[in-house]
């Protein structure tokens, strides 16, 4: 049987926003499997369950680099949040995303070949990095990185967000579009790119919630609904899922009697592409279990 510990417990509510007791025992039942256990409460809990999903742990800076007709954003993480605000890092952050711009390197690897000197360290970026590690005393790594060229509108939320929109028309209605991009954090610019494992993943939620709606309503001597009424409730949770992640398809943050296309139609452009980045987004950062901690310390002790 698979142990649930009170940091994995800490973790599901992080991510959820669930009560504790619910968060153990979805864990109990998944096995200690995080991914499941989040569906597991998504189907008790409904929409409550995923109001802080989007929540991230590990630290780091965004950074974009618009020169002339080339635009870079690039992603570059650390190990506590006290480095994202030291002086050396971020210029290596604003360094790297420069470079990006004008040499469109292949991979984190060939950007780290690329010339470059700071804090005495160099001659390339990676010896730059290397050196800050030794001089702050903390890790840091370049993750990921995107060039663009042509048009772009640009926003940055802070140091922890970025957004990348590739547009033709309106300036102005571009960096709307970045902004509420930011906000609402969409996973595709239209329904038809929704990627289809995450299709089918709001499908088996669905799919899961009335079937324990049906399950209470037996236990309860209620009648169930028929299964082409059934049917018709997943089909629609699928599709207002749609709705709220694509793009094109969201009410707009300025004016949500609007929809994001109808307002980029009214200023005459098109959005050609996006790219969104999040700190920390799909990195798990290592949760201490300081109670665990102190208990083998105070074994260690007394065995010593």
């Not at 579009?177 to 929704?194: F, R």
């Not at 707009?252 to 996006?274: H, I």
């Not at 999040?278 to 105070?298: M, N, P």
């Amino acid at each position: 049987m698979t142990t649930i510990t009170a940091s994995m417990v800490a973790e599901l509510r992080g991510k959820t926003d669930a009560p504790m007791m619910e968060c153990k025992k979805a864990l109990t039942e998944a096995a200690g499997d995080m991914v499941k256990a989040e569906e597991i409460l998504r189907v008790k809990l409904g929409n409550k369950a995923g109001k802080a999903s989007a929540r991230v742990t590990a630290e780091g800076v965004v950074a974009v680099s618009a020169q002339g007709n080339t635009s870079a954003l690039i992603e570059v993480n650390c190990e506590t949040d006290f480095v994202t605000k030291n002086d050396s890092f971020l210029a290596l952050c604003n360094a790297a995303a420069q470079l990006v711009a004008q040499h469109n390197p292949a991979n984190v690897e060939a950007l780290g070949a690329l010339a470059h000197s700071a804090d005495g360290f160099g001659p390339t970026l990676e010896d730059v990095r290397k050196g800050l590690i030794g001089k702050i005393g903390e890790n840091m790594t370049f993750r990921r990185f995107k060039r663009f060229e042509g048009a772009v509108a640009t926003y940055l939320h802070g140091t922890r967000i970025g957004v990348v929109v590739e547009y033709a028309g309106d300036l102005t209605a571009a960096k709307d579009t970045a902004m509420h991009i930011a906000a609402m954090k969409p996973v595709s610019l239209t329904s038809a790119e929704v990627p289809a494992e995450l299709i089918e993943r709001e499908r088996s939620v669905a799919a899961a919630k009335a079937a324990e709606d049906a399950a209470v309503a037996t236990a309860a001597g209620k009648p169930t609904q028929p299964a082409d009424i059934v049917a018709k409730r997943i089909e629609g949770s699928v599709q207002k899922y749609l709705k709220e992640v694509a793009l094109l398809n969201q009410a707009f943050v300025k004016n949500d009697k609007q929809t994001v296309e109808q307002m980029l139609k009214a200023a005459s452009t098109s959005v050609k592409g996006f790219t969104l980045y999040v700190v920390g987004e799909g990195i798990e950062k290592k949760v201490d279990d300081f109670a665990a901690e102190v208990a083998a310390q105070v074994a260690a002790a007394k065995g010593a």
